[in-house]
């Protein structure tokens, strides 16, 4: 059976690794990332222990797990509607991010971002960042499973929710979980799709709209 709970600050670098493992060839996380293809997963590895460290703390992480087994088979990171990215925040993670990208790779990592947002919908939503599965136990259901546990809190709050998918697969699962395709992601690598999930009350609508970007 899996397991879904929040993120403790003892699974930060175990859930990294799970990360790194599904997104060290990730078109957008490589172009972030950069350099040496030898080193790559370690960088990327670096990567994801800055992004997760506040995220966890947020209690925005959510990692599953076999019961009773303590290894992490998955980790989601998400963030909450109206999260404010703070100047102590990118203190901490600056460290991190400056070991996976360099000083001269913060800035390609800035564009990243900045494009990336400049998509997201002004509507406050439930954002997810990252969704990942360690090699072995993928297709026992355990992305499928890490989606549920959050949205069941998403919709208890009749709120919507927000990614972006560089893959037809995964788009496959984000669909069955309610999220439809907005639009590619222009000015970011391989221009992932866009996927909305409107609340509760608007998916019993006759007519679901996905969002302007701009509203």
């Known amino acids: 059976m ?21 997104f060290a060839d990730d078109p957008v996380t490589g172009a972030v990332v950069g ?20 995220a966890v703390a947020d209690g925005t992480v959510d990692v599953a797990r076999r019961s009773g087994d303590p290894d992490v088979l998955g980790v989601a990171i998400w963030e909450a509607p109206g999260a ?6 990118l203190a901490r993670q600056l460290p991190s991010f400056l070991r996976a990208c360099g000083a ?10 900045h494009a990336i947002d400049r998509h997201r919908p002004r509507r406050p939503h439930w954002y997810l960042q990252e969704i990942g599965v ?3 136990a993928r297709g026992m259901g355990v992305g499928g499973t890490l989606l549920d546990a959050r949205l069941a809190v ?3 709050q009749d709120a919507p929710a927000y990614l972006e998918s560089s893959t037809e697969r995964n788009r496959r699962l984000y669909r069955r ?21 409107p609340p509760v009350t608007e998916r019993s609508a006759p007519t679901v709209a996905t969002p302007d970007p701009t509203a």
Do not use: C, N, Y
């Open 104 to 113: 001269g790779g913060l800035v390609r990592a800035a564009t990243t971002k």
């Open 134 to 136: 360690v090699a072995e």
């Open 35 to 54: 350099g040496a293809a030898a080193d790559r997963l370690a960088r990327t590895q670096h990567l994801f222990v800055g992004l997760l460290r506040p």
């Open 177 to 197: 979980h309610g999220f439809v395709d907005v639009a590619p992601v222009r000015g970011v690598t391989a221009a992932p799709m866009a996927m909305w999930r």
């Open 154 to 156: 998403v919709d208890a």
């Open 2 to 22: 899996i397991v879904v709970v929040p993120a403790a600050p003892s699974d930060l670098h175990a859930a990294a690794a799970v990360l790194a493992g599904s």
């Open 84 to 89: 404010v990215t703070s100047i102590p925040r």
